[in-house]
């Protein structure tokens, strides 16, 4: 399991967090991968794109799974 560091953001945007994970190549490939049903968070699908991650959520997409820290 990754870990990411909010570095004291309060959150970050989901599709924001799959890039910077390198999970997706651009911002509007993470958003498509959103949209389409194929990320997780907490182990529910989430098709915001917008949606706020917080400290403590895991995120799980194409086998990679993140736990978010502060």
Known sequence: MEEFHLEGHPHVALCD???L???TDSG???KGVVAD???SV???VETRKRC???QGQQVSFAGNNAIILP
């Open 42 to 44: 907490d182990g529910q």
């Open 37 to 39: 049903g194929l990320v």
């Open 28 to 30: 509007a490939n993470a």
């Open 21 to 23: 994970l390198g999970w």
């Open 52 to 54: 706020k991650i917080v």
């Open 17 to 19: 967090l799959l890039k």
